[in-house]
Nanobody, 127 residues
């Protein structure tokens, strides 16, 4: 059973930074696509960033240059470093995984592409 557990959310002022973590367990396939999504109240869940087992990354235009996705394979942990945070970054942030895919491809930002989800961690940015 694949499990994803996010942590690291919190409240910060505009311009601040946070690092989210997602601890993954329950699968051993070396091929995967993992991503970070966010959902603000009343809005659809949107893809923020993704990384695959080849180390390729993709980002939403709204976070390019400010957010960095990375992974520690030894710890089975996914990270999202968020810098220069803005009030519009306020949302619940989710970690998602799609095992057995070595490349996320053009579907990386589609929530339906992912098989497993964490419970989310709240990020609130005040102006």
């Amino acid at each position: 059973q694949v499990q994803l557990v996010e942590s690291g959310g919190g409240s910060v002022q505009s311009g601040g930074s946070l690092r989210l973590s997602c601890a993954a367990s329950g699968y051993s396939d070396s091929r995967y696509c993992m991503g970070w999504f966010r959902q603000a109240p009343g809005k659809q869940r949107e893809g923020v960033a993704t990384i695959d087992s080849n180390g390729s990354t993709r980002y939403a235009d709204s976070v390019k240059g400010r957010f960095t996705i990375s992974q520690d394979n030894a710890k089975n942990t996914l990270y999202l470093q968020m810098n220069s945070l803005k009030p519009e970054d306020t949302a619940m942030y989710y970690c998602a995984a799609r095992p057995r895919f070595s490349s996320c491809g053009s579907r990386w930002a589609l929530p339906g592409f992912y098989s497993y989800w964490g419970q989310g961690t709240q990020v609130t940015v005040s102006s």
